[in-house]
């Protein structure tokens, strides 16, 4: 793994330390590597009304998007816990706005790590081209 990935890698699993978890217990750091080269990231934070609860990879791309950002090379996603984790649907759907197709890393707690890349996790995916 590159340098520049490690450092997402490193982002990502810090990420996990600020994650808002009261009801699931199941922390969770994103972290989003754009094209110009900076480094975003985010943790998911939890509400009572569970619906409204954010994952980490939304608010990591969303600060990026903030920051007018709008391409993204690569995704790290980490958890503390002993599983490999996996985005969910709706988090892959919106790395897919910002990308056709990018590396996306997966990290345990134990150190472990899962190199996928978003055209596995989402084939024939739905995209602006479709509104054309
Ligand atoms: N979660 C994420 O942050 N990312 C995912 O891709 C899967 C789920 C969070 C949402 C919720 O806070 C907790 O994990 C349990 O679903």
């Known amino acids: 793994m590159g340098e520049r990935y490690r450092e997402l890698c490193k982002r990502a699993a ?3 330390d600020n994650a808002y978890t009261p009801y699931s217990h199941y922390k969770v750091g994103a972290a ?3 094209e110009s080269g900076i480094i975003t990231s985010g943790s998911n934070v939890e509400n009572a009304s569970y619906g ?3 994952c ?3 608010n990591a791309i ?3 998007a ?10 790290a996603v980490a958890v503390p816990a002993d599983n490999i984790p996996s985005p ?3 988090c892959r759907q919106v790395i897919r706005e910002f990308a056709e197709d990018c590396d996306i890393l997966l990290i345990n ?4 790590s899962k190199k996928t890349t978003l055209g596995e996790l989402l084939p024939d995916s739905f995209g602006a081209h479709n509104l054309n």
């Open 14 to 16: 810090e990420a996990c």
């Open 32 to 34: 989003v590597l754009w």
């Open 52 to 54: 409204l609860t954010v």
């Open 56 to 58: 980490a990879e939304r």
């Open 62 to 64: 969303f600060a990026g």
């Open 66 to 75: 903030c920051l007018g950002e709008r391409k993204i090379c690569a995704v």
């Open 88 to 90: 969910c649907g709706a």
């Open 109 to 112: 707690g134990k150190g472990q």
